[in-house]
């Protein structure tokens, strides 16, 4: 079977697939890059992007089989995007070979070079950027260009914005939004050209989100509230839709079907999942449709508890949504086909901060009857909570790390620091819905070379369901 790229059976094509429906019909994946990060460890490590091999008909299976080290150390690298993808699959002249490994600290962009040996990446070149602060996530455009939202200034302090790039030589084009107005802050965004809209996120000011959660930050205008609506023809910042004070929106995504004039967005302070979409007036609007309780608890940060989405994302037929819950501790699956009025098919614990035998003591509890039992796999137990998912592109197979932001594992979870995160995969079912652990797939990096370390996002060699737009 062909390393796993999209297009791969398309020789009079571009990168990707024509649609979302064709790329789940594509072959199983056999790798996944995975950025791995030693800030704040205290171990004196560069960060590096890991490849693990996810073929079960490997001898490494599960296994890292290549890491490859930044050439500085504290980048914090976080997340990541190609060179190009299905937004320009009638491009025969496109090849997916370059991974855009932006970094949350110094403002470095990393371009990797997939193409040559997809096994084993190497460096391909380097930017370090005094205009832009705190880049966050990559997304490959149609015009064969690449973007980063940025979440803030040099300073540290919030403002959102984009840095484009140009898709053949990766050199710094400038900003990509024009005029004179700005949100306070950025993170996520996703585009819709049907629609001429892009919408971004908002987590907070970088200066504070780099110690840790602070309770006093908390109405004070420090956490995001808004979802930031722009104009995809003019690159201009038309409107805001609150979503509630110190919500703090994450992860964002429109449904895949193209013409869709939806999707979802997660809130990671106030645990909440918003619809955004469309109205007759052709303005944007948001609603909640998933609230997860907060938990009343002894032995934590606050006597409520908030779940913490930090990371969403939709299969790509748009039938199932998942999130994770990285303080709660356990990985949710909603049947969509009803998108205002999500229904809960699927759950499972793996790791969190409310395990019995824990600091924490559950007071009042609206969802679970008891505290889940601690996650062990293989004999070992993992610390953390789900944080990053990513799904094959069948549907089948969810796969899971437990590293938020060095700053945030460190204090929430002083374990993930010193025994470094996991990767794990999950069986999804497709048909009715329902989530199960893969028992004999587990990627423990603690085991590293260099010591243990957390684990982030994961990106397949051919794009994926997080990665890849169709215009």
């Known amino acids: 079977m062909p390393i796993f790229i999209f297009g791969a059976q398309c020789g009079a094509c571009g990168p990707g697939y024509a649609s979302p429906l064709d790329a789940m019909k594509g072959p199983r994946e056999e790798i996944i890059y995975v950025p791995c990060i030693y800030r704040n460890t205290g171990r004196g490590k ?71 040996d997809p096994r084993a990446p190497r460096l391909f070149k380097v930017h370090w950027s005094v205009t832009w602060a705190s880049l966050h996530p990559s997304h490959c455009l149609g015009s064969g260009e690449v973007m980063i939202s940025t979440l803030g200034d040099p300073a540290g302090n919030g403002k959102g914005g984009f840095v484009l790039l140009d898709g053949e030589t990766f050199d710094i084009k400038g900003n990509w939004e024009k005029g004179d107005k700005n949100p306070p802050m950025g993170y996520d965004f996703w585009y819709q050209p049907r629609h001429n809209v892009l919408i971004s996120t908002e987590w907070g000011i970088p200066k504070c989100l780099g110690y840790g959660f602070n309770p006093n930050d908390l109405k004070k205008g420090r956490y995001g509230r808004r979802l930031n609506v722009w104009d995809w023809t003019t690159h201009t910042y038309v409107q805001a839709i609150d979503v509630g004070e110190d919500a703090a929106p994450l992860e964002i995504r429109f449904l895949h079907n193209p013409d869709a004039a939806e999707g979802f967005v997660g809130c990671t302070i106030s645990s909440a999942i918003h619809r955004f979409y469309k109205t007759e007036c052709g303005d944007w609007a948001a609603e909640k449709v998933i609230q997860v309780p907060s938990k009343k608890v002894e032995g934590w940060l606050l006597p409520d508890m908030p779940s913490f989405i930090t990371d969403i994302l939709i299969s790509l037929d748009d039938r199932f949504l998942y999130f994770s819950n990285w303080i709660h501790g356990d990985v949710r699956q909603y049947d969509i086909s009803d998108t205002r009025r999500p229904r809960l098919v699927g759950q499972v614990f793996v790791g969190g901060s409310i395990c019995k035998g824990g600091p924490v003591v559950v007071l009042r509890d609206e969802e679970l009857q008891s505290q889940p039992e601690p996650f062990v796999i293989q004999g070992k137990k993992v610390p953390g909570g789900p944080q990053m998912i990513q799904l094959s592109l069948d549907g089948k197979r969810l796969y899971v790390t437990t590293s938020l932001y060095s700053a945030w594992d460190r204090q929430f979870y002083p374990d993930l620091i010193r025994d470094g995160s996991v990767m794990l995969q999950i069986d999804v079912d497709t048909e009715k819905g329902g989530l199960r652990v893969n028992r004999d797939f587990l990627v423990d990096f603690g085991k590293e070379p260099g010591g243990p370390c957390m684990a982030h996002e994961m990106r397949y060699p051919g794009g994926d369901c997080t990665s890849d737009i169709w215009v």
């Not at 996810?54 to 060179?83: A, C, F, T």
């Not at 320009?88 to 070079?113: A, E, H, M």
Request: hydrophobic share 30%; with cysteine; proline share 10%.
């Open 46 to 116: 560069p960060d590096f992007l890991a490849t693990v091999d996810v073929d079960p008909k490997s001898p490494h299976y599960s296994q890292v089989i290549h890491r490859l080290p930044m050439p500085n150390l504290g980048d914090e690298l976080h997340h990541s995007g190609w060179n190009t993808c299905s937004s320009c699959f009638g491009d025969t002249t496109k090849k997916r070979n370059r991974l855009i490994l932006p970094s949350l600290i110094p403002s470095r962009i990393y371009v990797v070079d997939v193409g040559t």
